[in-house]
């Protein structure tokens, strides 16, 4: 079993950037395909960012290219999600994930996962 606990969210003015992190728990970290999704509020949530097991590879929303990036330190049981040139529609409740049977690809086309942290508020002012 994997808790994971989030951390790093708050208020940035638009074109601000934002560093959110997903402290893991457990010694099988690097077994674990890792994500970002977020719920705006009235909204269904969605995938934002993926990364591999190795971090080799990653998968982004398109609307969030170019301008997030996610990262992971298996010796630190942690990922981030380096979020910039933040708008208000990035404003939403981001949650970290885990699941070690799935791809990214697949973390990305079906929004199902294992584990699921708390989640972390950001909010983007105009």
């Known amino acids: 079993q994997v808790q994971l606990v989030e951390s790093g969210g708050g208020l940035v003015q638009s074109g601000g950037s934002l560093r959110l992190s997903c402290a893991a728990s457990?010694?099988?970290?690097?077994?674990?395909?890792m994500g970002w999704f977020r719920q705006a509020p009235g909204k269904e949530r969605e995938f934002v960012a993926a990364i591999s097991r190795s971090g080799g590879s990653t998968d982004y929303t398109d609307s969030v290219k170019g301008r997030f990036t996610i990262s992971r330190d298996n010796a630190k049981n942690t990922v981030w999600l380096e979020m910039n040139s933040l708008k208000p529609e990035d404003t939403a409740v981001y949650y970290c994930?885990?699941?070690?049977?799935?791809?990214?690809?697949?973390?990305?086309?079906?929004?199902?996962?294992?584990?699921w942290g708390q989640g972390t508020q950001v909010t983007v002012s105009s």
């Open positions: 994930s885990a699941d070690r049977r799935i791809s990214t690809t697949t973390m990305r086309a079906s929004g199902l996962c294992d584990y």
């Open positions: 457990g010694r099988t970290f690097s077994a674990y395909t």
